[in-house]
Every structure is written in C-alpha cells, then in structure tokens.
C-alpha cells in the first residue's frame, strides 16, 4: 500500500516570499491532516478536513497560511507571505476517518528554510 | 498544550527492553492513549493504542494502570533501529471534532550497542 506522498521535500525561501506545499494521501482516506513541526518541537495540528471540507482550522494562521482539498483527496498548504518563525517541517498525515481509535498515517514532510 | 507528560531523555541497551513511561493524570474516561515514534527526519511513525486493556502488536506492547493515569510502553526487544522520539498522546472523544493529537516533545530514546 502506498504511503502519504508529499512535495517538495525541501524548500527554501526568502522571507515575504510565498510556498506552497503538496500532499497525496492514502487512497481512500477521507482524513487529511496538516502538521508543523518546529525543531526540537513535537508536530502541531495546523488544520484537518474531512472529505474536501474543514472540520478544525483552530490553529491555522489565517492570515498567511491557507490550505485547500478540492477534490476531497490531494491538498495544497500555501503560505503568503512566508516569516522567518515559519521555518519547519510540514507533515501531512491521513487516516480512515476522522475518528479517535482511527490511526494518522504521517508522510515525510517537506522542511522549509525561510532566509 | 499536551495532556501528557514523558521523560525528555531515555537510555536502553540493545536486546534489552525499553520501558517508556508516560504520564496522563487527567484523561478522560472516553480518551484514548496513543504512541507514536519520530525516527530522524521522517514523519511519525504509529505504534500502538488503548482505551482500557493493555494491548499488544508485533512492535510493542502498552500497559495501561487500572487508573488510566499513566501508561508504559515496551519494546521487548529494542534494536539500534528502534532509536527514536517517542510521543504519548491522549486523543479526544470519538468525534470528527475533537479528536486532534496534540503532541508534546516526547522521549528521545537512544539505543545503544
């Protein structure tokens, strides 16, 4: 079975500059989940949708920070403009459904380096 | 903020069994204990779960005490491989709402030969 994939794996940018980060998740996983985690950091949930819709966006910075699942299965993390604090790993994870005893499978993450 | 507590640092030796102890005083009683694992640059890693019971897999095993206020998880058999950051998570009620993990900034548990 095939993992979460996400792209790039590295990213480096200046600050102000704009990101956009891209996952695939586990075919058939109505949950999607987007984490950031600062080094020395346990991930921290950024948002999570189920099917194309948000069920928690508590955490995400709405300001510069937005993400979508259009077609209820891949999802774009966007940051505009990007901050030098928002140098970290974006992991996205997915699972079955959105529910407790339900597992998160995580995928690699993609490391950004804002400059 | 994370409802668990753990140990920053951890030593085992290999072939040895690594007890990671987790503390969680003020779980609910529909709050579920999760285990996840965070080998160098690459994303967590799922090990195991539990309500109640203690429960077993082909990687680990988790005792949960009686009071639901701390668990310990066992590797019985740790390997150079099994080195890693190590997260106790107490994960919300069995609703789409409210069931996020909140991760604090775990074990790092050093294997050595």
């Known amino acids: 079975e095939a993992g979460v994939a996400q792209s790039p794996r590295y990213k480096i940018i200046e600050k102000r500059q704009s990101v956009a980060f891209w996952c695939n998740p586990i075919?058939?996983?109505?949950?999607l989940y987007w984490y950031q985690q600062i080094l020395g950091q346990g991930p921290k949930l950024l948002i999570q949708f189920q099917n194309n819709g948000v069920v928690d966006d508590s955490q995400l910075p709405k300001d510069r920070f937005s993400a979508e699942r259009l077609k209820g299965v891949d999802s774009t993390l966007k940051i505009q403009p990007a901050k030098l604090e928002d140098s970290a790993v974006y992991l996205c994870?997915?699972?079955?459904?959105?529910?407790?005893?339900?597992?998160?499978?995580f995928g690699p993450g993609t490391r950004l380096t804002v400059l | 903020d994370a409802k668990t507590t753990q140990p920053p640092s951890m030593d085992c030796a290999e072939g040895r069994a690594a007890n990671l102890p987790c503390n969680h005083s003020t779980i609910s009683g529909n709050e579920y204990v999760y285990w996840y694992r965070q080998i160098h640059s690459q994303g967590p890693q799922y090990i195991i779960h539990g309500l109640k019971n203690n429960e077993t897999n082909e990687m680990a095993s988790l005792i949960i005490t009686e009071d639901r206020k701390s668990s310990t998880l066992i590797l019985p058999h740790a390997t150079l491989r099994d080195t890693a950051v190590y997260y106790c998570?107490?994960?919300?009620?069995?609703?789409?709402?409210?069931?996020?993990?909140?991760f604090g900034a775990g074990t790092r548990l050093t294997v050595k030969p």
């Open positions: 994870a997915s699972s079955l459904a959105g529910l407790s005893y339900n597992e998160q499978f």
């Open positions: 998570i107490v994960r919300g009620p069995t609703s789409y709402n409210n069931n996020d993990m909140r």
């Open positions: 075919s058939g996983h109505a949950t």
